[in-house]
């Protein structure tokens, strides 16, 4: 996974590249910008013999469909989101993943903090610190917890 894109698109309205160059810029196999087009997530024109050329515009769709995979959207949920008209319908995808995202986000801010908590414990066993304790708690079933 990419820690972030940056997109220089770069180009005058008028002026295409090739599959190759688009595949090339993003760093994509030509092959996964043909899976993108027969899904309809990209549209670029024809010329000369049935040619793909890409504008600007597209490039941005590249981006976004490159956004939302990092964020884990399915190429489903993307094509949803990008081509429905119904505002509603894309609200309805994104708070769905915004749900999830909020959700790793979380978890990942709690390892963070277990993480943090280990490097600043000076104790033989880690598992015995009882500040250590504090931050895993909540792991440890009610049940099984000591009063």
């Not at 769709?61 to 399915?74: P, Q, W």
């Not at 190429?75 to 790793?104: G, K």
């Not at 986000?105 to 600043?120: G, P, R, Y």
Request: overall charge negative; hydrophobic content about 45%.
């Amino acid at each position: 996974m990419r820690a972030s894109m940056r997109l220089n698109v770069d180009m005058k309205s008028s002026a295409t590249m090739s599959i190759g160059e688009v595949a090339e810029r993003f760093g994509l196999a030509t092959h996964v910008l043909r899976h993108w087009e027969a899904m309809g997530l990209i549209s670029p024109i024809r010329v000369e013999g049935a040619r793909r050329r890409y504008r600007s515009d597209d490039l941005y769709r590249v981006a976004v469909i490159l956004r939302g995979k990092e964020a884990g959207f399915s190429l489903e949920e993307i094509h949803e989101m990008m081509t429905t008209s119904d505002a509603a319908e894309r609200r309805a995808v994104l708070l769905r993943r915004r749900e999830e995202l909020a959700r790793r986000i979380a978890e990942a801010q709690a390892s963070l903090e277990l993480v943090d908590c280990a490097l600043d414990c000076d104790h033989e066993d880690l598992a015995g610190c009882p500040h250590f304790q504090a931050v895993i708690a909540d792991r440890i079933p009610e049940a099984v917890r000591s009063p």
